[in-house]
């Protein structure tokens, strides 16, 4: 058996930076632009920039069962059209991982779904813990006015599969109405 020794980060809300997450992944609009419902809102953003949607800080760990992989989200606030800025999402490629989310900053809505056809939203909020189960795909979206703060923890050997949500996508988005968010489906 292999002891390897503790450690521990310290997230700034300022920037979202985990200290001991030294693999930071930087998404910007140019990638991520397929997400997207509205390509032309999408366009006329690249014209004038390509902005950063979201940053995540992820803490080298070994990406085996017994292992705890975590890291930090920060999501930009903005929008494409209606959309807020989001996360690609994903599943687990071990579908039955789960995931615990904690926010620290902002304001955010954690979309969840199943293969089978279950959907479920959550708000999340500074001090909110929430539960993704096994099977669930999650995607989180920042609908405030400040950049969006959260820690994820999660099994060493999860693994993402983001294919099935690039060809399948999320039933649920989350718009802008009236100056509020709403959770409504893409088909509505
Ligand atoms: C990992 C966890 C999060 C996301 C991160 C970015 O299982 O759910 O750390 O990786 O929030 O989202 P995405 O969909 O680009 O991985
Ligand atoms: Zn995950």
Redesign the pocket.
């Known amino acids: 058996m292999e002891t390897r020794q503790p450690f521990t980060g310290q997230v700034s809300l300022g920037s979202g930076g985990l200290t001991s997450g030294s693999n930071l992944v930087v998404?910007r609009l140019s990638e991520v632009r397929g997400i997207f419902a509205d390509q032309a809102a999408v366009e006329a953003i690249l014209v004038a920039n390509d902005p950063v949607v979201?940053k995540?800080w992820n803490v080298p760990v070994p990406e085996v069962s017994g292992e705890l992989?975590h890291?930090s989200?920060l999501i930009m606030p903005g929008r494409v059209g209606p959309e807020y800025f989001m996360?690609?999402?994903?599943y687990?490629v071990r579908r039955d991982t789960a995931?615990v989310y904690v926010c620290l900053r902002g304001e955010g809505r954690l979309l969840m779904e199943t293969e089978d056809g279950r959907r479920d939203w959550q708000v999340m909020k500074p001090g909110t813990v929430s539960y993704i189960p096994p099977y669930w795909s999650?995607?989180?979206v920042n609908v405030g006015p400040e950049p969006f703060v959260f820690v994820?923890v999660?099994p060493g050997d999860?693994g993402?599969d983001?294919g099935s949500i690039e060809t399948g996508g999320f039933a649920q988005v989350v718009v802008e109405r009236a100056g509020r968010p709403a959770v409504k489906l893409r088909t509505e």
């Open positions: 998404r979201y995540v992989q890291c989200t996360t690609k999402g994903h687990h995931e999650h995607r989180t994820s999660y999860a993402h983001y």
